[in-house]
């Protein structure tokens, strides 16, 4: 490991497993070769001698307000952390906490890439039967956006499926209510005008494929779905709340009588990689697009697994110079 | 059988499997004593002798445009079968094809409710382990909205929950992006004010609940679901499409191996139940609310199965006076 190597800054305090599962997520990195900063209580954080430590007095919590919370708690453990991205002590953040609250702070504390209007979040959503999985985005930062917005939420979005992903040229829907080009709210009429520009898919090497459903967001054909932050956030809720019913209830049925756990058992084997990919911990944590360096947040729920997932993206993201290919990317 | 009943008009030509399919479903119905009207093109009709038929030459495709389908083709299935029940000659109409024409052809012949702004599409969404579907709606009829509107939407699925499935006193969640009030879009920041009044509630003697996600589509605490008929049709499909695709995924896994073959065969009488559940055949069709008459569009899948629910919902609904109640409910 490089000694002068900045870490990964990593909000303790977030999500529902906090703080140990989040320091166990830490050490996994640690023990890869990443380095990584903990943020967090001074209770949370003692007794850890491997990973250096900055200490945050306060937390946000899952369901306060963002705006105000960031405004608030200025020494909380998110603050903090976006703090150290801006100071050049870290070169990235890593939350599981509240969403909103790590776009607030980081949006604040780092500030967004010049020329982005509004920072997106990027969420990726599982292709079953294909490792790659496909970005969402706006899943949820900006509850109501303007056409231009959502051509600047493609543009973000396919370098970052280059940048993370390989996608050489990736394939850019935009989620509508039928697949011709007059379907659809006035926004999506509009944006889809917009999309079928060819000068914003030149400069990001994307290509616009037309409308797209809520049927197509697992669809393998396309890489990228823009929409606005309001319809992309019921159709990530829509997504998981359907598949975390079926799998629950495919569990259910799965120990309902002896014969059907004994076929569940022979079964286990073809239906693991399936179970994986539906798994949060293992789809990886979603991006905030157009701030000023790489913020992650890990979903609520997230495990050492999924935490030391994002902080392998977020550092790989910085090493590999993503924010300045957004730069570049981006129209002043 | 009633001889002076009238019949459900079926549009024997709407859907992926009609004529055939459409035929054999309206056939059950008449063998379970509901009088169905068969309208269709000349050379689908031939040789049915036991179920009345009214002719047209036309057919309204899939993927026309429902507006402008509805007004060239006044010779359609589906303009013919909105005919009869305007003129009284049958009580209802059914049809597994284009949902958007079935709305227009019922908007622009059957006329709308007094005092109905707009028309939604409600349609049931399986709750897994629940025999009641939820209701969603707009799904789609409407891509923009007022917050009135969707007031009335709120009015007119809880008569639904009630007249369709006995719910005494339906309780009515707001789709949002989070579930404090404050969450959302302007739309439902407004709508949720206006759906927080007690006089519409008692009115429709329903219970707004407040808002719900994405992931509560198949809570089995809520039963009606407003939206907007963009954010409705997005979720609609993003459910359908991630369910198609897990099943898919299960299907594949089940024959991966012999062993995978074996348990399947032995979880088979287990899973039945959930794959019923999932099964757009077994949910039921999407009524038009607010058409002054009753108005089932069946999924465009439909076989005889769903053909045959679809009729026996619209008669009942008929013969229960559901239009009737809606007019009650309904402030002019």
């Given amino acids: 490991m490089d000694p002068n190597a900045l870490p990964v800054a990593v909000d303790a305090m977030g999500g529902d497993n906090a703080p140990s599962e989040i320091i166990k997520g830490a050490e996994l990195a640690l023990e890869a070769g990443i380095p990584v900063l903990l943020v967090g209580q001074p209770d949370a954080l003692t007794g850890i001698s491997d990973i250096p430590t900055k200490f945050a007095s306060e937390v946000i919590g899952m369901g306060e307000d963002p705006a105000s919370a960031v405004r608030k708690k200025k020494d909380s453990s998110l603050v903090r952390s976006a703090e150290a991205v801006r100071d050049g002590h870290a070169i990235a953040m890593v939350s599981a906490g509240n969403t909103g609250a790590t776009m607030a702070s980081a949006l604040l504390k780092i500030g967004r890439i010049r020329g982005v209007s509004r920072p997106a979040i990027a969420t990726p959503i599982p292709v079953l039967g294909r490792t790659k999985p496909n970005i969402l985005l706006d899943s949820g930062a900006n509850a109501e956006c303007n056409p231009e917005w959502l051509v600047q939420f493609a543009e973000m979005g396919a370098v970052y499926a280059r940048d993370r992903f390989s996608t050489s040229k990736p394939k850019i829907g935009l989620l509508s209510i039928g697949e011709e080009p007059g379907k659809g709210s006035s926004l999506a009429k509009e944006a889809f ?140």
């Fill in 193 to 332: 005008k917009l999309l079928s520009d060819q000068d914003w898919q030149k400069r990001c090497s994307g290509e616009f494929v037309g409308n797209v459903e809520g049927r197509d967001l697992m669809n393998p054909d396309i890489d990228v779905i823009v929409t606005d932050g309001f319809t992309g956030n019921v159709a990530l809720k829509t997504l998981e709340g359907t598949a975390k019913s079926i799998v629950s209830s495919l569990l259910d049925a799965f120990s309902s009588t002896p014969e059907a756990a004994e076929g569940a058992k022979l079964l286990a084997p073809a239906l693991l990689p399936l179970y994986e990919r539906l798994d949060p911990e293992s789809v990886g944590g979603a991006i905030l697009l157009g701030i000023k360096g790489v913020a992650i947040v890990s979903h609520g729920s997230s495990g050492p697994k999924a935490i030391f997932n994002a902080i392998s993206i977020a550092h790989e993201l910085s090493t590999d110079k993503h924010v300045q290919h957004l730069e570049e990317v981006i129209r002043r």
